[in-house]
């Protein structure tokens, strides 16, 4: 099999999920080296293939969730698919997996039955709710998530409805999650503590970065609701639009420094001075006050004019980015924050670079997804061995 390199050169990972949070786990170890197979039903394959923006018949989406990864077939349902992921798993170190609760156990793949194929197997099964709880057979999708978790309730104005992300914001949290947890159990595994499976659900990652939210419910009765971009913790803090047509800038001033150079950037002596404001907790009961110097300010100058303004006195602000601006960005090209990889179908394509940065074993792209069965010969032949006649009885089974 050929190396990745990176630090988890070595390591070998099965992917047998779908769409996003399950395979988003396997595709950030294999940035980081591991040689990731992916498992796909051999009809269907993996419903990301055909999910979201398509071109040239290319979901974009499948393209950089499948990189780095050899591609192959196996029905699960069948017992020749069964059969061969078990084999796959006695030579595999981690196993990544984000069907509903039970569904590997009515296939006869528990984790009972796995660990048997291989003692020091780290297994990490993504679920809407969890293995366990009433709620953990009911269908699981990121929206739901964010749903239940809090974040939705708190996001939007406080006049309007709550509001969901564009983007599979659960997913991706609970994919950083259970890859975090696959390296722990890993690491204990490869001390000789054997292997373990990590129970990993959508909504928990997410309620875990909203922790102070509930901790203040719980300890003082407080439910906070929705804010638009204002923060109840931090004053000044928010997006303000400029005189441009949907231009913004976004400031930050979390520190009584931070906040005062804000307010001198803008001319506002009187409030950067003013007694009333001197602490956060005094600038959240006059909220109103630099709230509205601020949007008046802003609201009269450029986007270049109000970023010009603010970093001159190094007061904490930003634009406000869409993707035509991150791609054009000097920095972001400095540090190859986007790559351009080759692609047999689209000629190249731009993707987000490997994170984190490893100083010493930096991760890499090696190539975009590959097509569904692609690597069985290599994987299935050259990996476990089988013969041209075993493939054959498993293709005639539907299994591969």
């Known amino acids: 099999m050929t190396e990745h390199g990176g630090p988890l050169t070595g390591v070998r990972v099965l992917d047998i999920g779908n769409l996003i949070a399950g395979p988003m786990v396997a595709t950030l170890l294999g940035d980081l080296g591991a040689e990731v197979i992916k498992v796909e039903h051999p009809v269907h394959g993996d419903p990301l293939r055909v999910f979201g923006r398509l071109v040239d018949g290319q979901s974009l989406y499948w393209k950089t969730m499948g990189r780095n990864k050899r591609c192959i ?12 992921l078990k084999r796959l798993v006695a030579v595999s170190d981690v196993l990544t997996e984000n069907f509903r609760a039970g569904t590997l156990e009515r296939w006869g793949l528990g984790w009972d039955t796995l660990q048997e194929c291989n003692p020091d197997l780290v297994m990490v099964r993504t679920s809407g709710f969890g293995q366990s709880g009433p709620y953990s057979d009911r269908p699981g999708f990121g929206t739901l998530a964010e749903a239940m978790s809090g974040f939705s309730y708190m996001t939007g104005e406080p006049d309007g409805p709550p509001q969901l992300p564009q983007f599979a914001l659960a997913d991706g949290m609970a994919a950083l999650v259970g890859g975090l947890g696959a390296l722990a159990a890993l690491h204990h595994a490869r001390n000789g503590g054997g292997g373990q499976w990590i129970d990993n659900s959508l909504y928990e990652p997410l309620m875990r970065l909203l922790e102070l939210v509930n901790l203040e419910y719980s300890e003082t009765g407080t439910l906070r609701s929705r804010t638009g971009t204002r923060m109840a913790d931090v004053v000044p803090r928010g997006s303000y639009r400029t005189c441009e047509p949907d231009r913004w800038i976004a400031l930050s001033g979390s520190t009584p420094a931070t906040s005062r150079r804000i307010l001198h950037a803008i001319g506002r002596h009187d409030l950067a001075d003013d007694p009333r404001l001197q602490t956060n907790a005094d600038r959240i009961r006059h909220r109103d006050l630099i709230e509205d110097a601020l949007t008046e300010w802003v609201g009269r100058h450029t986007l270049q004019e109000a970023l010009a303004t603010f ?37 190249s394509i731009r993707l987000q670079n490997v994170m984190p940065r490893l100083s010493r074993t930096p991760g890499r792209i090696q190539h975009t997804a590959r097509e569904k069965g692609q690597d069985n010969d290599e994987v299935l032949g050259g990996l476990l061995g089988l013969d041209d006649a075993a493939l054959a009885a498993l293709s005639a089974e539907g299994a591969i």
């Open 73 to 84: 077939t196996l029905d699960l349902s069948k017992p020749g698919g069964r059969r061969v």
């Open 311 to 347: 970093r001159a006195a190094d007061a904490a602000a930003a634009p406000i980015y869409n993707a035509e601006d991150i791609m054009a960005d000097p920095h972001f090209r400095a540090r190859e924050t986007h790559i351009d990889v080759p692609d047999p179908h689209l000629g």
